[in-house]
């Protein structure tokens, strides 16, 4: 496979990743959705024995304002084109594009060779725990690799959503980066990276292994003929596993990449678990799967994009 695996891998990846990216902007902006809320720390707790004073009795009465109704992903769409137009739906493609060619090229070139070394070569077959692990071990690597896009990417994508004067305003991935760089020290690049390379290897692991189990399920038992059928059944149930395992982690990491951290004061969130803890607490524990639809709407074209693709490039240059 070589070369070939990661050149394949990752055009396959900037085509679905730029054809399915307006879907990509509406999840980020969901999952944030309610972010200002769980952010806050709660107030001081009032001592079970007091003097009730005017102040104090005022004080108990101001109870929280609730989190603002959640919108759904055709509302924030619309809300999208009407603030900013329907170019604001390809908000940070430049990101994307630099992502995909970062961590999908690395990540699918590697599953390919791992899988290629791992698989029985008498049997030719390679159990399901193995292909698990190949994508694990892609998954990781590549994300690491591809960190500071991703971070730019969130940025860039979750800016229209802030009020005009804290907008970031990014010309660029490359804008993004280097004014990360220097306001905020390289080690920017990778915040959230443990949460990135998590991800991705849930989403590697579950989306390559079970396209490949699925795919192989469809033509063990006779169902269909190894062609576009095939490909897209197998890759949109691939698409669903991903993004039920990867969600939650996904909703994390996009409030920690997004986070502004003020000069002199406390970041919102002090880690992934502080964040996953305040998120729960402020809003639930469903507030982790927030974004799932725009997220399965996305990851299902996305996933069948992808290894529709993969499967053509895969023919066209099969004799290379």
Not at 109 to 133: A, C, F, N, Q, R
Not at 224 to 231: F, S
Request: hydrophobic share 45%; aromatic share 6%; proline share 6%.
């Amino acid at each position: 496979m070589g070369l070939k695996g990661f050149a394949e891998g990752g055009i396959a990846s900037i085509v679905a990743g730029c054809s399915t990216h307006p879907l990509d902007l509406i999840k980020v902006r969901m999952q944030l959705q309610g972010e200002s809320s769980a952010a806050v720390q709660p107030a001081a707790l009032r001592p079970a024995l007091a003097f009730q004073t005017t102040a104090a009795a005022n004080h108990i009465h101001n109870f929280p304002t609730p989190p603002p109704p959640r919108v759904g992903p055709v509302s924030v769409g619309l809300r999208i084109i009407q603030q900013d137009g329907a170019g604001a739906l390809f908000s940070g493609i430049s990101a994307t594009v630099l992502r995909q060619t970062l961590y999908s090229t690395t990540r699918m070139g590697l599953y390919e060779v791992l899988k290629t070394k791992w698989t029985d070569p008498e049997t030719k077959t390679m159990p399901l725990t193995s292909k698990i692990g190949a994508g694990l071990v892609a998954g990781g690597i590549g994300a690491a690799v591809g960190n500071p896009a991703d971070v730019a990417m969130v940025r860039m994508q979750a800016d229209g959503r802030l009020p005009v004067s804290q907008r970031r305003n990014y010309k660029s991935v490359v804008d993004a980066i280097t004014q990360m760089s220097r306001s905020e020290g390289i080690g920017s690049l990778w915040r959230g990276s443990s949460l990135t390379v998590n991800r991705a290897m849930l989403v590697t692991a579950s989306q390559l292994a079970s396209y490949d189990h699925f795919k192989e399920l469809i033509l063990e038992k006779g169902l269909m003929n190894d062609g576009l059928g095939t490909h897209v059944a197998a890759s949109f149930a691939a698409g669903f596993v991903a993004s039920v395992a990867s969600n939650p982690v996904d909703v994390i990491k996009t409030r920690v990449m997004n986070m502004r951290v003020e000069e002199g004061a406390a970041p919102p969130y002090k880690g992934a678990v502080d964040c996953a803890m305040k998120t729960i607490r402020a809003e639930g524990p469903m507030a982790l799967y927030k974004g799932f639809i725009p997220t399965i709407s996305r990851q299902g074209p996305f996933t069948v994009v992808l290894f529709v693709t993969l499967e053509q490039l895969r023919q066209l240059f099969k004799d290379l």
